[in-house]
């Protein structure tokens, strides 16, 4: 607790309790009895030393009297470990503060009870109030993602609701409020750039866009809403492009909603998808495109380690689609998003001791400060699990790997080796589809390597640009 007074407004919960009661009973004093009066509390505050939950619930019962309703939370807003209990990342499951919004409306069933927090969709609101567990249903981020989120789930269009990913970026706390923004709605801290309604082209022009990853996809959407012919030229078997490997982790449900969602968006437009088409210059010459889009995402890193070419060695992307190859004693070289999230989804989900050699002095260092607070929450408590950071990888031998930390050199056993040393932009093939026509884009990872908020605003953005 932090609430260290020895007066009569500490220790005891009655005595603890007397300050905030003494406020509840003051307001209702002065609106009277018919004014609503709503109380937010967390139900756990998710630090050490926090008050728990049998006094949270204590204590409402004490402020019945003087509220008609409560809505249940969890965290703490000024508390950066707190926080990300209060606006949950995607390390935590969908409605984590159910469990304790029940028990408050079972204990108290004349409060109207509502519950806020990773309530993702439409179908897991209207479950918890069918069930009876709670009265209301609040939203924060979910309306931040996509603002006529009510309208289209009255209207029952539940596949065109865009998905909250629990990125935090719309909420994150950066040096001067800089790349705040939202991953899905690139109209968020962008209103003056991205119009509220669709405006159709003057004159409809044949876009190309070369690859159908979240910023192909929502270039492509975008074009063909404002009434532009539109063919997309994908070289795999399917449209998702990175996401659909994302979607494949553990920790990432969200993404999987989001990837499900573009699909859906993409079928309801006029669109010549052209799958297993690798592009190339006389390819798209032939199409005689007005403007051109390349979105051609981008390609992992291969680092220059002797060694790297043998067998028990992989790429990121062998590792989560087909995790079944992956040995007990795992070592993950880089440490990025990508290689941390890998490294905490072997230890914590399949038991295999791992060990992360990042170069840098952070893990996760592309991540903001709340995301990097909620993994560090994660890996804490594994005791299989080791992240040697300002370390370098100077070889692979025979299932071991040497590496370099400052002076100091060593070798770390290794049934299996994985590459997550991040991505590359294909700069020389980016390079020569310019001059074909004279609208000619680069978005997304074919820019350079982007998070999913900067390629969808550029996807968006450029397409909304050609006239």
């Known amino acids: 607790m932090f609430n260290h007074r020895t007066d009569e407004y500490g220790g005891s919960l009655p005595n603890r309790a007397r300050f905030p009661l003494l406020i509840l009973r003051k307001i209702r004093e002065a609106v009277g009895p018919e004014f609503p ?6 139900g756990e505050e998710c630090v050490p030393g926090s008050i728990p939950f049998e006094d949270t619930l204590a204590f409402i019962q004490m402020a019945e009297p003087y509220i008609d309703g409560v809505q249940i939370s969890a965290g703490l807003d000024i508390n950066h470990e707190g926080n990300v209990h209060m606006a949950t990342t995607n390390f935590k499951e969908h409605m984590p503060n159910l469990k304790w919004a029940r028990t408050v409306k079972k204990t108290c069933p004349g409060l109207v009870v509502s519950v806020v927090g990773a309530i993702m969709n439409p179908s897991e609101a209207e479950q918890i109030l ?3 567990d709670v009265d209301l249903v609040a939203f924060g981020r979910a309306f931040i993602a996509d603002p ?20 935090l970026q719309c909420y994150h706390i950066a040096t001067n409020r800089q790349n705040v923004g939202c991953s899905v709605n690139p109209r968020y801290c962008n209103e003056t750039l991205i ?10 022009q044949r876009v190309v866009i070369i690859g159908a990853g979240p910023a192909g996809l929502n270039a492509a959407i975008t074009a063909s809403r404002r009434g532009h012919e539109v063919i997309v030229l994908e070289k795999s078997t399917e449209i998702g492009g990175a996401l659909n490997t994302i979607a494949r982790e553990y920790y990432k449900e969200d993404i999987r909603s989001y990837r499900d969602y573009l699909t859906n968006q993409f079928a309801q437009c006029d669109i010549d998808l ?12 032939a199409l005689h495109p007005q403007a051109l889009i390349i979105a051609c995402g981008a390609q992992p890193v291969t680092p220059p ?5 043998q067998s028990f060695v992989m790429g990121f992307t062998e590792a989560i689609h087909h995790p079944e190859r992956i040995g007990k004693q795992v070592v993950i070289i880089g440490g990025g998003t990508i290689g941390a999230e890998i490294g905490l989804e ?3 989900r399949k038991g295999r001791q791992v060990t992360i050699v990042e170069m840098t002095d952070t893990l996760a260092s592309q991540g903001n400060l709340l995301y990097r607070i909620a993994l560090r929450q994660k ?3 594994l005791t299989n699990f080791t992240a040697l950071t300002e370390t370098r990888c100077i070889q692979i031998g025979d299932h071991e790997v040497e590496i370099l930390h400052q002076t100091e050199q060593r070798k770390l056993k290794a049934d299996t080796v994985i590459i997550a040393a991040g991505v590359r932009t294909n700069r020389a093939f980016v390079n020569s589809l310019y001059g074909i026509c004279p609208q000619t884009f680069e978005v997304g990872d074919a820019l350079q390597p982007r998070k999913i908020q900067e390629a969808v605003f550029e996807g968006t953005g450029v397409a909304l640009s050609i006239e």
């Open 37 to 42: 009066v709503d109380m937010r509390i967390s």
């Open 274 to 285: 052209r799958l297993n088409t690798a592009a190339d210059r006389s390819m798209i010459e």
């Open 305 to 309: 380690v002797p060694g790297i070419d």
């Open 379 to 381: 890996l804490d408590p």
């Open 195 to 204: 119009p509220e309604r669709m405006i159709p082209a003057e004159q409809a």
């Open 148 to 167: 006529n989120w009510p309208n289209k789930a009255r209207e029952g269009r539940t596949c065109d609701i865009v998905p909250c990913l629990r990125c």
């Open 130 to 132: 069918a069930n009876g």
């Open 346 to 348: 072997l230890a914590e």
